[in-house]
């Protein structure tokens, strides 16, 4: 789910704006994807964006895709069977 918002952030696309939320830290609207942390202030959260840890997550977002269940079900032999060329019948 994060990678498609991710993608989306990355298109340019329009992201809905965070709703207000008492229990989170800046009432909710200071939030970093990629870590999936809120924040006190908007000053806290661009300190937040210079730290090495934002960049190596960042980094690591804009990787591969990640595995689906597919993929998964696929390297379990779980996939659809492969019985070979079809031979010529007579």
């Known amino acids: 789910m994060v990678f ?3 993608r989306k952030l990355a298109e340019g696309q329009d ?3 965070l709703p ?3 229990d989170l830290p800046g009432m909710g609207q200071f ?4 870590c999936d942390r809120y924040f006190a202030s908007e000053d806290v959260r661009n300190e937040h964006f210079q730290s090495k840890r934002h960049k190596k997550r ?3 977002m804009n ?3 990640p595995h689906t269940q597919l993929d ?3 390297a379990a ?3 659809k069977p492969d019985n070979g060329p079809k031979l010529m019948s007579m």
Do not use: T
């Not at 939030?31 to 990629?34: F, G, T, V």
């Open 4 to 6: 498609d918002e991710l």
């Open 58 to 60: 960042v980094k690591q």
């Open 72 to 74: 998964a079900e696929l």
């Open 31 to 34: 939030y970093c994807m990629h």
């Open 63 to 65: 990787g591969p895709a």
């Open 15 to 17: 992201v809905k704006p």
């Open 20 to 22: 207000v939320d008492e």
């Open 77 to 79: 032999g779980m996939g």
